[in-house]
């Protein structure tokens, strides 16, 4: 019994002294750790400790007056491999070597820029040489591409065992291309850096957010991050683009400019009543002769507006009772001196106007007439002009949110700096010798529209956070009146006669399904100290005008500089295009349907449209649609001719071989026939073929160009 108790106590003081020796021991280390080793430790602590990590929020999306998305950031990936993962080398080497081969193959299908052997040997060169970072595509990826990535063999082992490593960037993508891409800019390749030009820039504080911070610690062979901080992503920006409105701008200005070979477009549309731009397109001609948008000339540019600031200056006059439309200014035959200098008229090889009202001289557009009205109004006291229009508001800056947006400078006679000459009135009435931004002459004309309500033409609606409107933006009135209801009158009178008068400079831009009020204007470029004529006259076409006129909706500016083709005409060049982008503007607007279409409320007959020549299925189609009465066939291809009851058709000769008659068809039908054959097809207007370059019965030759006009 005493030999057990003995045994026991033996046992319990071993494991008391391993107890406490345990205890001395640890002790002992805390004591080496906490005062003789700590700056080693605290040194080796800080090599797998990285603090204060930017965490980039995550930057705001740019919508259009819809909610359609026209900018974001997406995220793109570099990918890498860090062969020294200890996995890739355990066992010899196993893993690698077994995956070698199928991973080769699948990174050379994948990028396609390397072979299966090439991917291969420069794989066992980084893995033999411990690379830690070896470039697996010299490129960005996307995330989609990524997801794949990642399932390929041993990269779906995860990262610890493959050393497969991803390095995250953001880029600004435009899902709509290069609509408005001025307008929206962009921001710097790094995107911490910010927006770069256009609204990206003037919102960026809004669109970048505000960045967060982590810790990254190294836990087990592998780093970990902590966010101290969150990040804050940016807010939204809603602007007041319409991109349907935008695509029809862009298509229209593009026709026109390589039409008329211009050197620069410009376009913008604004809704009358709110100030809000629904389209803006700057197409700058580059040294191969293609259109891209270089810079926000609509508001930079500070050019001399020519005959649309006739408006303005014969407005002033009549605001003051000092000139009427109706009265008469004799123009001569074209040409009149005032001092040493001899103004024009653009007829004066066919005589020039003689006698004309003041109405008719902003019809025809004749500066001698409208400069020697407000010359004889103000040639006593050319202060009192300028004063006027600096009433109207015209001079003053709107803040508009482009970078880089220029303000309307218009000279005073009291002004010491710019020199005030005795020709100086009678060419500035006309439109000379004082500088308007495209988007100051669009308001301008927009006040006219408006009732007289001068408003700042803005594109951004809205600043929001997850949904929820921040910041609205809404009408700003700079002159809630710029002239007296009478004077507005006679001043929309005399823009209908643009269009609508024999006289009219613009009569072209008349429109079938809507009346269009609006001003010519076609300027000589100023080459600054050169003059006006040096290497050739250089000039600047433009209109400006509202629609529907009786109803003001939309007004809209069209201006092209140094047109290279034709004789310089605001009212043909820029004045078609124009056109054109009302009439779609209206169309796309409507929201009459067929089915609501209503029968004639005479004879209550249904209303046979015309139809184009084309393909009888598809016509067939739409008819049926429509439920319109069509006449049956068995050809493929028809020319359809309506009467009172029905549209018949008559059948059209379609060779396999051979070019046909594409008169009266549309571009769809008539560009599937020619391609069909082998033949380029370069299409020119809208509407109907007009005219085709390669007459028809003539044998198509494959590879042949082949020009078809459409209208």
């Known amino acids: 019994m005493t030999d057990k108790r003995k045994n026991i106590v033996l046992r319990f003081g071993i494991v008391y002294t391993i107890i406490c020796l345990s205890f001395f021991l640890v002790l002992y280390r805390i004591i080496i750790i906490q005062f003789?080793?700590?700056?080693?430790?605290?040194?080796?602590?800080?090599?797998n400790v990285k603090s204060n990590i930017v965490v980039r929020p995550n930057r705001g999306n740019i919508y259009d007056c819809n909610g359609r998305l026209m900018a974001s950031s997406i995220p793109t990936y570099y990918v890498y491999m860090d062969l020294r993962v200890p996995a890739l080398h355990e066992k010899n080497g196993i893993l690698f070597k077994n995956n070698i081969d199928s991973l080769s193959i699948y990174l050379s299908s994948f990028f396609h820029n390397k072979t299966a052997y090439e991917y291969k040997t420069t794989l066992i060169k980084a893995y033999n040489s411990g690379i830690g970072e070896f470039e697996l595509y010299p490129n960005r990826i996307s995330y989609d591409q990524l997801k794949q990535l990642k399932t390929i063999p041993l990269f779906k082992l995860g990262r610890n065992k493959s050393g497969l490593i991803t390095k995250e960037l953001f880029r600004r993508v435009r899902p709509f291309g290069s609509l408005a891409s001025r307008t929206i800019g962009d921001i710097y390749a790094d995107e911490s850096k910010g927006g770069k030009s256009g609204l990206e820039l003037s919102f960026n504080s809004n669109l970048k957010g505000t960045p967060g911070i982590s810790v990254r610690q190294k836990v087990a062979n592998s780093y970990m991050e902590t966010v101290q901080v969150e990040p804050v992503d940016g807010m939204d920006i809603t602007t007041t683009i319409d991109v349907d409105f935008q695509d029809i701008a862009e298509k229209a200005l593009l026709d026109g400019v390589k039409e008329f070979d211009a050197a620069v477009g410009y376009a913008?549309?604004?809704?009358?009543?709110?100030?809000?731009?629904?389209?803006?397109?700057?197409?700058?001609?580059?040294?191969?002769?293609?259109?891209?948008?270089?810079r926000?000339?609509?508001?930079?540019?500070?050019?001399?507006p020519g005959s649309t600031f006739k408006v303005a200056?014969?407005?002033?006059?009549?605001?003051?009772?000092?000139?009427?439309?109706?009265?008469?200014?004799?123009?001569?035959?074209?040409?009149?001196?005032?001092?040493?200098?001899?103004m024009?008229?653009?007829?004066?090889?066919?005589?020039?106007?003689?006698?004309?009202?003041?109405?008719?001289?902003?019809?025809?557009?004749?500066?001698?007439?409208?400069?020697?009205?407000i010359y004889k109004a103000y040639a006593h006291n050319p202060a009192a002009f300028v004063n006027k229009l600096y009433s109207m508001k015209l001079n003053e800056r709107m803040n508009?949110?482009?970078?880089?947006?220029?303000?309307?400078?218009?000279?005073?006679?009291?002004?010491?700096?710019?020199?005030w000459s005795s020709t100086t009135l009678p060419w500035m009435a006309v439109g000379y010798e004082t500088q308007i931004p495209p988007i100051y002459t669009l308001a301008?004309?927009?006040?006219?529209?408006?009732?007289?309500?001068?408003?700042?033409?803005?594109?951004?609606?809205?600043?929001?956070?997850?949904?929820?409107?921040?910041?609205?933006?809404?009408?700003?009135?700079?002159?809630?009146?710029?002239?007296?209801?009478?004077?507005?009158?006679?001043?929309?009178?005399?823009?209908?006669?643009?269009?609508?008068?024999?006289?009219?400079?613009?009569?072209?831009?008349?429109?079938?399904?809507?009346?269009i009020g609006g001003k010519s204007g076609t300027a000589q470029i100023s080459q600054g100290k050169e003059g006006y004529k040096v290497g050739g006259t250089k000039h600047m076409v433009s209109f400006c005008g509202y629609f529907p006129y009786d109803n003001p909706q939309y007004t809209c500016f069209v201006v092209m500089r140094e047109p290279g083709k034709g004789y310089a005409s605001g009212g043909r060049m820029s004045g078609s295009v124009f056109k054109n982008i009302a009439e779609r503007v209206m169309a796309l607007n409507s929201n009459r349907l067929p089915s609501k279409v209503e029968s004639d409320s005479i004879d209550e007959k249904k209303i046979i449209p015309i139809t184009k020549v084309g393909y009888y299925k598809a016509i067939q189609t739409v008819m049926a649609n429509l439920q319109l009465p069509l006449a049956a066939n068995t050809k493929d291809w028809v020319k359809p001719v309506a009467n009172e009851k029905q549209t018949l058709v008559e059948p059209i000769s379609v060779p396999s071989n051979a070019i046909p008659n594409l008169v009266g068809m549309?571009?769809?039908?008539?560009?599937?026939?020619?391609?069909?054959?082998?033949?380029?097809?370069?299409v020119q207007g809208y509407g109907k073929v007009i005219s085709q370059s390669i007459k028809s019965g003539t044998v198509a030759r494959k590879g042949a160009n082949i020009f078809i006009n459409l209208q």
């Open 666 to 682: 549309g571009a769809k039908d008539a560009v599937f026939i020619l391609e069909n054959l082998g033949l380029n097809v370069q």
């Open 344 to 373: 024009t008229d653009h007829n004066e090889n066919h005589g020039g106007f003689h006698k004309i009202t003041v109405a008719q001289a902003i019809y025809g557009s004749s500066n001698i007439g409208i400069s020697r009205a």
């Open 36 to 47: 003789v080793e700590r700056d080693k430790w605290l040194a080796l602590a800080s090599q």
């Open 313 to 342: 200056s014969l407005m002033a006059a009549i605001d003051e009772g000092k000139v009427k439309i109706t009265d008469t200014i004799n123009t001569y035959n074209g040409q009149y001196k005032y001092g040493n200098r001899t």
């Open 296 to 304: 926000n000339g609509v508001v930079s540019d500070m050019t001399e």
């Open 400 to 419: 508009i949110e482009i970078p880089g947006a220029a303000a309307p400078f218009i000279r005073h006679p009291n002004d010491k700096l710019h020199e």
């Open 268 to 294: 913008v549309l604004m809704e009358v009543h709110s100030g809000e731009v629904k389209a803006i397109v700057n197409m700058q001609r580059n040294k191969d002769g293609s259109y891209t948008e270089n």
């Open 444 to 515: 301008f004309y927009n006040a006219i529209a408006n009732d007289g309500k001068l408003i700042r033409p803005f594109f951004v609606k809205s600043i929001s956070k997850n949904g929820q409107i921040i910041k609205q933006f809404t009408t700003e009135v700079i002159n809630p009146s710029i002239c007296k209801p009478s004077t507005l009158k006679d001043i929309r009178f005399t823009l209908l006669g643009v269009v609508e008068d024999k006289l009219g400079t613009a009569q072209n831009v008349r429109s079938k399904y809507f009346r």
